[in-house]
């Protein structure tokens, strides 16, 4: 495994974090997996896509969930221990590949090969990146962007002892904003190079 890279990639909504993801996996020659990848796996098991935009990257619904012992009718529970064990299966094989969102930099943090991402982005501009996506007017982009990152805050805090967006968890936290999609994947690919060969 000395020559594995794995690259974790936490996001605020409308960083355009995703984007960034693609075009590094696309630089590296990387397997990306990311929401559309999880889909085509969880629907394996029997989930639709309804069911990943419903319970995928959710905290659990605790009044609604029940577990006795290692089992729970949780599909939110359900949802992430599937994409968890793949994630983990996938850096135990020694493979390479991006990672989206999923609580990823947690499920890998005692992964000597893996360096932890998280982009960011100025609040207006990924209002504006919302807006032109979704086709949505300013303040229900405002909304979206808060509701869905309160919901990755949520969901990464219940499965974490660390803190979504805190830069003590990353090894690198940049705001794309700054300098654009290209050259954030730039600098992300150039920085997983260097601490890969450190």
Known sequence: MKNQVIITIGREYGSAGHFIAKQVAKNMGLPLYNKDYFLDMCSKFGYTREDMDKYDERPINIFMSKRRGNHTNSVEQIIYDKIKDFIRERAD????FVVVGRCSDYILRNCPNAVHIFVTGDKEEKIKRIMELH???????????KFKDRQRRNFHNRHSDKKWGDSRVYNMCINATSIGIDSTADIIERYAKD???A
Not at 93 to 96: A, I, L, P, R, V
Not at 135 to 145: G, H, I, P, R, T
Request: hydrophobic fraction near 20%; charge should be negative; glycine fraction near 6%.
């Open 93 to 96: 094989s020694g493979e390479s």
């Open 135 to 145: 086709n949505l007017s300013y303040e229900d982009a405002k909304d979206k962007v």
């Open 195 to 197: 601490f890969k060969n």
